[in-house]
């Protein structure tokens, strides 16, 4: 078994981590696997210009019709040189993971002539344009009037969008969509644009030693935090500038927090920094910015009495389990892909979508929690037993012998030499 694993980028973004991860999770698993990043992470400068030329392509039109940064995504523009790349590639399967910035567009997909297995890291592979709906619920029927876009046109880019990706998935055999979560799996099977594929739930994998519990006093020591402090993580790509993330909701349970009288605690924050907004946090904030180097994330979550996770919506929430992995009990909203991370009061706390009040609740539950070493030992369990690299990998495996079984063979086209006197026969 040969696989082939697409995405936009290596390194870039919470996708490229998965995809990068699960490619580690296959090989230890003896799957031959090969990577292919869509834009190198060195590009030279013919590289770097027709990388921003495709974003442009993928981006601009939704940006001048909402006349504001959306992150919205055409997926119009064609790969015919990826397409071909995969054609001709000894893998048995190929499975595709973000492929937007101009990656790839749905329309592509038709042309690829193996199993395609594609990994859903957000909504985008149902929705007309969007990455995350808002909870606007277009992508039911088809979208168009997207909010996003300011639009009160029925036939606007989303609704083209959206016919575009069901007449795609129409015409592409042999195409297995994965959902990382309950709440992803549920929403692609109900969309206009996926209804009736295939679609199975598997999670992102996490390596379980690299992601392991450090000893909490050495791992404050190594970041400057001190002993005493009773400490809540929280971070994210773009924690703190993309909304979805909900920082403005754990802010808003913090200031609750500081009128309860709830002192000694401060605040661990990566992908972030104090620069990019302008809200009191009401307790001392340790600032790690982008965090790229695991053993550095490991320190953080091992740190922590607990990791605040409040998203408003999330494919699957990468961090969750990696604190988890840790030892670390994880707060979050009790919606979307956390619900299938975090087990309420078991290994952390689910607070109702979306209060402040009920977040800050959760909060003082862990760090009040008598039994906090039962809650950590819980979490690692959790982590260990479903989202190990080997648990995911085999079940990865499974998955691909599967759908490379259930392929038909590709007829061999008819020889030019033969087909010549047949139409002469027939003139």
């Not at 870039?12 to 990043?37: I, M, P, T």
């Not at 995350?132 to 996003?148: E, I, K, T, V």
Request: proline share 4%; glycine share 8%; hydrophobic share 40%.
């Amino acid at each position: 078994m040969k696989v082939l694993l697409v995405s936009s980028y290596r390194s870039k973004g919470g996708a490229a981590r998965a995809a990068s991860r699960l490619a580690e999770a296959l090989a230890g698993a003896g799957v031959d696997v090969e990577y292919k990043s869509i834009y190198p992470k060195q590009m030279n400068t013919w590289q770097r210009l027709n990388y921003l030329a495709r974003v442009a392509y993928d981006r601009v039109p939704a940006l001048v019709v909402a006349r504001k940064r959306s992150m919205f995504s055409s997926g119009a523009l064609p790969n015919n040189r990826l397409i071909r790349l995969i054609n001709e590639s000894d893998a048995d399967l190929v499975h595709l993971h973000w492929i937007n910035g101009g990656g790839l567009s749905v329309d592509d997909l038709k042309h690829i002539h193996k199993p395609i297995v594609w990994t859903l890291h957000d909504m985008w592979g149902f929705t007309g344009g969007c990455h995350y709906d808002a909870g606007c619920n277009g992508f039911l029927s088809g979208c168009g009037r997207c909010p996003m876009l300011k639009s009160d046109n029925p036939a606007d880019l989303s609704a083209l969008g959206a016919e575009q990706k069901a007449s795609a998935y129409a015409l592409s055999e042999n195409l297995t969509i994965v959902g990382l979560s309950r709440w992803m799996v549920d929403s692609a099977a109900k969309s206009f644009a996926m209804r009736g594929l295939a679609i199975k739930q598997l999670p992102n994998p996490i390596d379980v030693d690299v992601f392991r519990p450090e000893d909490r006093l050495l791992a404050r020591a190594r970041l400057g935090i001190s002993l005493d402090t009773r400490l809540i993580a929280f971070g994210a790509v773009a924690a703190i500038g993309d909304d979805r993330k909900g920082f403005r909701q754990l802010i808003a349970a913090l200031r609750l927090l500081n009128q309860q009288g709830h002192s000694n605690i401060e605040l661990a924050i990566f992908g972030g920094s104090s620069s990019q907004h302008s809200l009191e946090t009401h307790y001392k904030a340790h600032y790690f910015g982008h965090v790229s180097c695991d053993e550095q994330l490991r320190d953080v979550y091992s740190a922590a009495d607990v990791m605040v996770v409040p998203s408003l919506q999330e494919a699957f929430g990468q961090t969750a389990t990696e604190a988890m992995a840790c030892g670390t009990p994880v707060v979050a909203f009790s919606a979307t892909g956390l619900i299938d991370i975090v087990d309420h009061k078991r290994n952390g706390y689910l607070a109702r979508p979306f209060s402040a009040s009920s977040l800050a609740e959760g909060i003082t539950w862990v760090l009040d929690a008598e039994h906090s070493d039962q809650l950590r030992n819980q979490a690692r369990s959790k982590a260990v037993s479903q989202f190990a690299n080997e648990r995911v990998a085999l079940d990865y495996l499974a998955l691909y012998k599967s759908c490379v079984s259930q392929t038909a063979p590709i007829p061999a086209p008819i020889d030019v030499q033969l087909d010549i006197p047949l139409k002469r026969a027939i003139k």
